[in-house]
Structure formats: C-alpha cells, structure tokens
C-alpha cells in the first residue's frame, strides 16, 4: 500500500517538476496562471490533469486543438514516480526518504532543463545544496564535514575542469551550472559516494557523446549538456553507491 503511494505521489510530484521545469527558465510564477495549452492557450481542465492517466485517456492529445503533448509530460511523472517507489523500496519511511525524494525531484528538474535549454538554474541547486547539507547532519545520514567536503569537492573538480579545457583547449566543455549541481550532489552524498557519482558521469556521458558522433546525430561542436550524465551519476551512487564501492573494492584487495 505505501509503496503504491509513493509512487503515486512521486507521480503527482512529477506533474510539478513538468510545471518547475517549463516556467523556471523563464522566471515565471509556478502558482499563476494555472497550466494551458502551449498551442491554443485553453487553460487545462484538472480532470485533463490527472498524472499519467490523463495523458493515456486524451492520447497525448489537447482536448481542445489536438495538439500533441509533449512526451516530456508523462516521461517526467513515470520517471519520478518510479524514482520515489524506489527510494521508499531502499530507505522506508525514514528522515533519510524526504531527504532523498528532494534530491531525486531536484535532479530530473535539472536534467529537463539542462536537455532543453542547457543549462541549470541557480534558482534551483542553492537552496537544494542548503536543504541537502542541513537534511543530511539533521537525520544523520551523513557528518556536516563530509557533506562540507562533497561540496566544496564536487565545485572544484568541475571548476578545475572548466578552467583547464579554457587553457588548453579554449573551449568550454561544461557551464557554472554543472558547478552548482555537482556541489549539489556532494551536499546530498558525502565526498565518496560523489566522486563514484562523477566517475560514472564522465564514463557514461562519454560513451554517448561518441555514439552521437559516431551515428552522425551530432556534430563535433554540437553542445552535449552534461548536467543530465550527472544527475544519472548522483541516482544510480545514491541507490547502488555504498554497494558499487564494495564491490570494487574486494575485487582489488581480494
Ligand atoms: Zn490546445
């Protein structure tokens, strides 16, 4: 039954990410006016915007001009809402869960709008970097040092790497908003898990800049936000980190 409800309200909490994630950019009210169709401006009528459902029964569809919705909607409410079954799946109904729902719904906003827009809102990763550092010395799930420490580690390796492909390459491979959200991601994890966090973002960001360049998709300076790889990096290190850790460990030192 809670894990019903989880995934319910990670649902419902989706719906206001597809809000967050629509108006934050353009420093818009997230509570007026209330949500309207993009194409004809109709406002949407709240049984048409029920979570998941209401994008199946119009098939994805407005009501009102038949134009398609985009299938960013219902991708961000499955997704959150799978994140958040999961999260209660590991952690319970703990203080770590809360901490670990505002982390997840702060990534998949960011990813959104780093894909459509390239780039991350301060806006968003201050006070997420303010709520991870207090939550976690609140419920103990991390000391207030290594929370320190996985701020002012994950800013810095990015700043680093900024900098230096600045000097060497003079080009600019990430934005100051991979700065913020890599701090931010060190705020929720601890150093540690953060490093694992990156290390996976680097891998995995890689593998796919050169399938795109490879199928063609996308040219040598197309822009490839990073900020999504490592939202991916800071899931999967939250979830499966501590695990990923010892297992590599013990495959190094028997
Ligand atoms: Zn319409």
Redesign the pocket.
């Known amino acids: 039954m809670i894990f019903a409800g989880a995934f319910l309200f990670g649902a419902v909490m989706g719906s206001f990410l597809n809000v967050c994630a629509s108006r934050l950019p353009r420093g818009a009210s997230l509570w007026r006016p209330g949500s309207a169709?993009?194409?004809?401006?109709?406002p949407i009528r709240w049984h048409d915007n029920v979570p998941l459902l209401s994008f199946l029964i119009l098939r994805g569809r407005?009501?009102?001009?038949?134009?398609p919705i985009g299938w960013r909607y219902p991708a961000v409410e499955l997704g959150t809402a799978l994140l958040f079954a999961l999260a209660y799946a590991q952690l319970g109904l703990r203080g770590e869960l809360a901490l670990a729902l505002v982390f997840v719904s702060a990534l998949m906003v960011v990813t959104v709008i780093d894909l459509e827009h390239q780039l991350i809102p301060d806006r968003i990763t201050l006070p997420v970097i303010a709520a991870g550092f207090l939550g976690s010395a609140a419920t103990g799930q991390l000391s207030w040092l290594d929370s320190l420490l996985g701020i002012l580690v994950g800013g810095g390796i990015i700043y680093a790497i900024i900098q230096g492909s600045r000097l060497v390459m003079g080009v600019e491979g990430m934005g100051g908003g991979d700065i913020t959200l890599a701090a931010m991601v060190g705020a929720f994890l601890g150093w540690k898990l953060l490093l694992l966090g990156l290390f996976l973002a680097v891998l995995v960001g890689a593998a796919v800049a050169m399938a795109l360049l490879a199928s063609g998709r996308k040219g040598g300076k197309d822009p490839i936000p990073f900020g999504p790889f490592l939202a991916l990096g800071g899931a999967v290190s939250l979830f499966w980190g501590k695990e990923i850790l010892q297992w590599y460990l013990k495959g190094f030192l028997g």
């Open positions: 169709c993009p194409a004809c401006a109709h407005c009501r009102d001009c038949r134009a």
